[in-house]
């Protein structure tokens, strides 16, 4: 860990170099160039998607298949917490000795999957391919460019 401190100067000097780009705040307007010979600012960090699994393009399916077989399983489970709740019949053996879910427990444990659900499919919107250039963005986005230097005297 020690050594990884001291190891790792590329790193510092990276960010202090971002961070005085900053600073001086030497910007250029965003450039998009519709040929994909030609590299330009959309084509930043793009070897990092290469990461991002195939399978993940599919998630929506994903999340559809999977809302429809846990909704299925609901209505079973939401049917025998309340004839146990209303005591309209008594536990089997099973159910004594690994008791189900209330319909308090089955409310929460819903909201949680249907927020995680939720929270997928915005990740997946940011992630998807299909995004493409708008026009609006022409003008309105800046990229930070390294400072060209210029010494003064006082």
Not at 56 to 72: N, Q, S
């Amino acid at each position: 860990m020690i050594y990884d401190f001291f190891t790792e100067r590329y790193r510092v000097l990276s960010g202090c170099q971002a961070a005085y780009a900053i600073v001086m705040a030497q910007k250029r307007p965003m450039t998009h160039i519709d040929n994909l010979s030609v590299s330009n600012d959309l084509d930043f960090d793009r070897q990092s998607e290469r990461y991002i699994k195939n399978s993940w393009h599919k998630l929506p399916k994903r999340i559809e298949k999977a809302k429809t077989e846990y909704y299925k399983e609901l209505k079973d489970k939401i049917k025998v917490a309340r004839e146990l709740a209303y005591g309209e019949r008594e536990p089997t053996r099973a159910e004594r000795a690994n008791p189900p879910m209330t319909e308090v427990e089955l409310r929460n444990q819903r909201l949680k999957k249907e927020l995680k659900w939720k929270e997928d499919l915005e990740g997946w919107e940011i992630l998807r391919r299909d995004v493409v250039w708008d026009d609006r963005f022409e003008g309105a986005l800046e990229v930070f460019v390294a400072p060209t230097e210029t010494h003064h005297q006082i």
